[in-house]
């Protein structure tokens, strides 16, 4: 694998980085030991660090040894799930219920060890700014640093982010332009009725067999109303209602999440999911009340940067082992608030077989160390192209 050799000379380094952040997972805006070692490790590179944004984020400042007006962002993140961790390893989690259990502890170290190897050789013109955020899980702690000004304390011509993923072979890279992770939002849906006796369901009003026709109705979104090939998904998750055997109840709430990989079907969805519920709920007597809750955009990657993040790619790996065509995906991921406000490209990287439980999430997975310094020769190669004289 031809990574930067200097890069590949502190590998062990970088494992043992990576296995002291999975060993002290921290979740959403309380990466404070995270924050304290990533300040750290950049001060010690001779990297200018700025801290606050979004509590615990951490932006590393970093000029090539020729000026020059371009300037790139490079975005990590840094925090860990609610998951009670399976495996038995040394660098198991030690914080009982937390774990790095999608590899934001493998993401942290890439960046931290692409910032080590650019402060060392400075082989570009303009400007490096290192973003490590806090809570991309459910809390969207991308969003909060762009609100806090990001952009404006550090003005990025264009803005870039990776994820490892399990089941794409190690040391491939995975990108496309156009979306590549989906708009997700949650909802939750109250149906109310008029309780009664369950013998005597004709002196209520029963909010259950309504609840079940919506959630039947709001199937139809993705299989009757939104055109065949594009991609929506709706899900009901949790169904509440009822204390007893013989008793129709008041009312039943529903919740679950809703997925679109376009602005346009994404616009769509709760104007839809309100006509039907509220549509099925009248025919039945009931009144629906629809509470959405806005969850995180769609990533977009723009063409341009694609290309750039491409020809980055190719000088790690090889043409081959990059592909710019993925199929996107339907989870959602904070990046798309940086992408919203800046040009950029969210790749792939291989982390190798995803059998074996080491799926994203899962309690036995684990961030693969291999793939440490093709991550980091990545980042850098994409710095020392963007940022050519
Ligand atoms: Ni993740």
Redesign the pocket.
């Known amino acids: 694998m031809p990574v930067i050799n200097r890069i590949a000379e502190f590998h062990a380094e970088m494992t043992k980085w990576r296995r002291d952040i999975h060993a002290h997972p921290e979740t959403a805006f309380e990466e404070n030991r995270t924050a304290d070692l990533v300040a750290a490790k950049l001060q010690s590179f001779g990297i200018e660090v700025h801290r606050g944004l979004a509590k615990t984020g951490v932006v590393g400042t970093l000029k090539g040894a020729k000026p020059g007006p371009k300037t790139i962002g490079l975005r990590a ?1 840094m925090d860990a799930l609610h998951i009670h961790e399976k495996n038995r390893f040394d660098h198991r989690s030690q914080n009982d219920g937390k774990m790095h259990a ?3 502890d493998g ?1 942290t170290t890439m960046l931290l060890g692409a910032a080590k190897y650019l402060a060392e050789t400075r082989n570009f013109t303009g400007t490096v700014h290192f973003i490590f955020q806090p809570a ?2 459910n809390q969207a702690g991308g969003r909060v640093m762009v609100e806090e000004g990001l952009f404006d304390q550090f003005p990025v011509d264009f803005v870039f982010g990776m ?2 993923m399990p089941g794409m072979p190690l040391g491939t890279i995975g990108m496309r332009a156009g979306p590549i992770m989906a708009a997700a939002d949650n909802f939750e849906l109250t149906i109310r009725g008029r309780g009664t006796h369950a013998a005597m369901p004709h002196l209520g009003i029963d909010p259950v067999q309504a609840a079940a026709q919506i959630i039947i109705g709001f199937q139809t979104i993705a299989s009757r109303i939104t055109d065949p090939l594009e991609s929506v998904v709706v899900s009901v998750t949790q169904v509440m209602a009822g204390d007893t055997w013989n008793v129709l109840p008041e009312e039943v709430t529903l919740r679950g999440t809703t997925r679109a990989l376009t602005p346009e079907i994404h616009a769509t969805i709760q104007p839809l999911m309100k006509r039907i519920a509220d549509g099925i709920a009248a025919a039945n007597g009931c009144t629906a009340d629809l509470q959405p809750r806005i969850g995180y955009p769609a990533t977009v990657n723009t063409a341009n940067e694609v290309k750039l993040a491409a020809a980055a790619a190719e000088k790690v790996v090889g043409a081959a082992r990059v592909d710019t065509d993925v199929v996107p995906l339907m989870g959602a ?1 904070d990046f798309a608030f940086m992408l919203k406000k800046r040009p950029g490209a969210y790749v792939w990287l291989g982390n190798g077989p995803g059998e074996g439980g080491c799926l ?2 899962n309690p036995s997975y684990d961030f693969n160390d291999e793939i440490l310094p093709i991550g980091a020769s990545y980042w850098a190669s994409l710095v020392e192209t963007t940022l050519a004289k």
Request: proline share 0%; aromatic share 0%.
């Open positions: 993140d999608c590899g934001h993401h991309e899980e994820h490892n991921e994203l999430h």
